[in-house]
């Protein structure tokens, strides 16, 4: 049983995922396409082409990537299909490095609806997702397994970042009725989201990727 729950886990993840996926790929066609992206969301503005490109094809790189990486990471298709994980992966890293730089373009234009904090945040989001992506590719390609795989678990947790930002405001908002948050996303509860979505996660793998390196080496008592 415990042979089969990191692809359990992924299933169940990249399951899970689907509204999110669904709601950004239509949002960002429905964005692009428009004469008056301003009346779909107001993420964008109707005299913005550039920023609203920008977002809208990162919502749909984004939408791939957020339900591709678990499925990439599945073992299955890693040892099964080796020609799939290869070639698959040269598409989610053109789409991760697209997603991050969508939003970067973004920001940098329009700034985010929660001012600098947020904005800083989403930029360094931004950026890890970029530089994770050519890690992960970087690795793969100098057949250093070790260092792709603890690069592709850090590229999964970004990738699934943004829909669990999501799952964040969804329990809160649940439980407590949206306290210390607000339409601006100026609240206490928005200011720590920011870094919540992401960081604590990235830390959590990080403690079980050394956890599992040291296991692995032979002990020196
Ligand atoms: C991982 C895949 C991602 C998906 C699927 C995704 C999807 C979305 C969607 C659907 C929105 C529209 C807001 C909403 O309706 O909720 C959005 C907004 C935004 N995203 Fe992403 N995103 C992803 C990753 C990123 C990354 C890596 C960045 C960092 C550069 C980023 C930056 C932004 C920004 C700046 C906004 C606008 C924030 C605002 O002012 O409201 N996203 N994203």
Redesign the pocket.
Known sequence: MRRYLPTLLLLLLALNTGW?VV??GD?GLRGLMSQAPGEI?R?FQDDTILANAG?AL??MA??V??FGAPLQALPIVRRRWPGLHRRFGYVLFVLAVA??LG??V??TLNG??GGWWMSLW??I??AA?IWTAINTIYYALAKDMRRHFAWAVRLVVL?V??WIY?MHYAIWYATTGGIASNKAFTGVFDQIQVVAFFVPYLLIAEIVLRWQSARRRPSSA
């Open positions: 999110f709601y950004s949002l969301s993420v977002i990162h919502m984004g939408a990537v957020t997603t991050g939003g970067l973004y920001i985010t609806i989403f930029a989001y931004g997702m990738a970042g943004s999501r």
